[in-house]
T-cell receptor, first 115, second 114 residues
Framework: DSGVTQTPKHLITATGQRVTLRCSPR?????VYWYQQSLDQGLQFLIQ???????AKGNILERFSAQQFPDLHSELNLSSLELGDSALYFC??????????????FGEGSRLTVL | AQSVAQPEDQVNVAEGNPLTVKCTYS??????LFWYVQYPNRGLQFLLK??????LVKGSYGFEAEFNKSQTSFHLKKPSALVSDSALYFC????????????FGTGTRLTVIP
């Protein structure tokens, strides 16, 4: 058990809808990272938050947004969903927000299916 | 720009034989390099990392990796494969300066045959 909790584990929705994925980082970790894993794209970095502030941005679509709350949990909001958004979404956490030389601790992911 | 290549989608090895999972990288400056493993329906788990120092890095479950700067490679190895090693393996890199997140390869599925 990595200590990172993601909900929901599975989600099925229709095109055009909006969903929210939730992540609770490991106790004491200030940084949260979101990754998307799809069959054809591999593991893609979406966005990082550190102590409530956006720290780094990757290949995140404009339809997607995220935030980190004062209690350090994070939410990833996906809107106007398309079939191609079907993927496994991972949250990971780490201790620092500065230079990341340590490991990331991953949750078990939220599997999103868009029909 | 930084990138990671895992040239083999699939590696099959017999139980008890040595295994190698290949990784090459491209990054500006010196890299931090990582290996992660993903078991079915689970998140990624850290195996080992190279930050600096000895080119041979030892990690969890008997795995090791060798950093080769001239070949820009960081291959994962294990002297004797176990059936339980069957999983998806990801190599990842981040530059020492700049982007503060990991860039992952596309993964290599290792199957250890009993």
């Amino acid at each position: 058990d990595s200590g990172v909790t993601q909900t929901p584990k599975h989600l099925i929705t229709a095109t055009g809808q909006r969903v929210t994925l939730r992540c609770s980082p490991r106790s004491g970790d200030l940084s949260v990272y979101w990754y998307q894993q799809s069959l054809d794209q591999g593991l893609q970095f979406l966005i990082q938050y550190y102590n409530g502030e956006e720290r780094a941005k990757g290949n995140i679509l404009e339809r997607f947004s995220a935030q980190q709350f004062p209690d350090l949990h994070s939410e990833l909001n996906l809107s106007s969903l398309e079939l191609g958004d079907s993927a496994l979404y991972f949250c990971a956490s780490s201790g620092g927000g500065g230079l990341m030389t340590g490991e990331l601790f991953f949750g078990e992911g939220s599997r999103l299916t868009v029909l | 720009a930084q990138s990671v290549a895992q040239p083999e989608d699939q590696v099959n090895v017999a139980e008890g034989n040595p295994l190698t999972v290949k990784c090459t990288y491209s990054v500006s400056g010196n890299p931090y390099l990582f290996w992660y493993v993903q078991y079915p329906n689970r998140g990624l788990q850290f195996l080992l990392k190279y930050i600096t120092g000895d080119n041979l890095v030892k990690g969890s479950y008997g795995f090791e990796a060798e950093f080769n700067k001239s070949q820009t490679s960081f291959h994962l190895k294990k002297p004797s494969a176990l059936v339980s090693d069957s999983a998806l393996y990801f190599c990842a890199v981040r530059p020492q300066t700049g982007a503060n997140n990991l860039f992952f390869g596309t993964g290599t599925r290792l199957t250890v045959i009993p």
